[in-house]
T-cell receptor, first 114, second 118 residues
Framework: AQSVAQPEDQVNVAEGNPLTVKCTYS??????LFWYVQYPNRGLQFLLK??????LVKGSYGFEAEFNKSQTSFHLKKPSALVSDSALYFC????????????FGKGTSLLVTP | DARVTQTPRHKVTEMGQEVTMRCQPI?????VFWYRQTMMQGLELLAY????????DSGMPKDRFSAEMPDATLATLKIQPSEPRDSAVYFC????????????????FGPGTRLTVL
């Protein structure tokens, strides 16, 4: 079985400060990991993914994520937050031993204040 | 700019009525997913198709929900009869998956259909 946990319902950060949105996962095989962002009244937009290779993955809008196998984590990061980054962020995982569907976390609401 | 399209964007109906939601996946994508999003449950996978064949519909209430892919450019999700608890945003997503499972690309989501059942 595959699962993903986002331990924080909400993350607040001041504009210009670094941000981290946490994600941990559980799979039986190799993990394929994804981050998506959802703006109000919109569908989910792909940010980045880890399939294999370099543990630090760079994605859209200046976001990056670090895959840590020993801690089973895939935290989303950005060095300097923008007010426009305020949105709902979803972590998702697919187990290489399972089908093609992704298992999404509950989502973390990011609020960046001016 | 290739996008997943969904119609209608909004639907208000009365309990007991049939609801049909449509999705046009990105051309060339071979896998289509249906999700439902609510405040309480978050994002739930309802069903998905690969090469138009249903692979998993375990997340779908079988007595009232049905999903089909009449052709590669159209996926439908029907609710009959609808109930107030079906009120949610329904998302379609498409992606390209490899025959061996070793190739996996991200899913692209449509804008969603906001369903309100009174």
């Amino acid at each position: 079985a595959q699962s993903v946990a986002q331990p924080e319902d909400q993350v607040n950060v001041a504009e210009g400060n670094p941000l981290t949105v946490k994600c941990t996962y559980s799979v039986s095989g190799n993990p394929y990991l994804f981050w998506y962002v959802q703006y109000p009244n919109r569908g989910l937009q792909f940010l980045l993914k880890y399939i294999t290779g370099d543990n630090l993955v760079k994605g859209s809008y200046g976001f990056e994520a670090e895959f840590n196998k020993s801690q089973t984590s895939f935290h989303l990061k950005k060095p300097s937050a923008l007010v426009s980054d305020s949105a709902l962020y979803f972590c998702a995982v697919r187990d290489s031993n399972s089908g093609y569907a992704l298992n999404f976390g509950k989502g973390t609401s990011l609020l960046v204040t001016p | 700019d290739a996008r997943v399209t969904q119609t209608p964007r909004h639907k208000v109906t009365e309990m007991g009525q049939e609801v049909t939601m449509r999705c046009q996946p990105i051309l060339g994508h071979n896998t289509v997913f249906w999700y439902r999003q609510t405040m309480m449950q978050g994002l739930e996978l309802l069903a998905y198709f690969r090469n138009r064949a249903p692979l998993d519909d375990s997340g779908m209430p079988k007595d009232r929900f049905s999903a089909e892919m009449p052709d590669a450019t159209l996926a439908t999700l029907k609710i009959q009869p609808s109930e107030p608890r079906d009120s949610a945003v329904y998302f379609c997503a498409s992606g390209l998956t490899g025959t061996s499972g070793g190739v996996y690309n991200e899913q692209f989501f449509g804008p969603g259909t906001r369903l309100t059942v009174l």
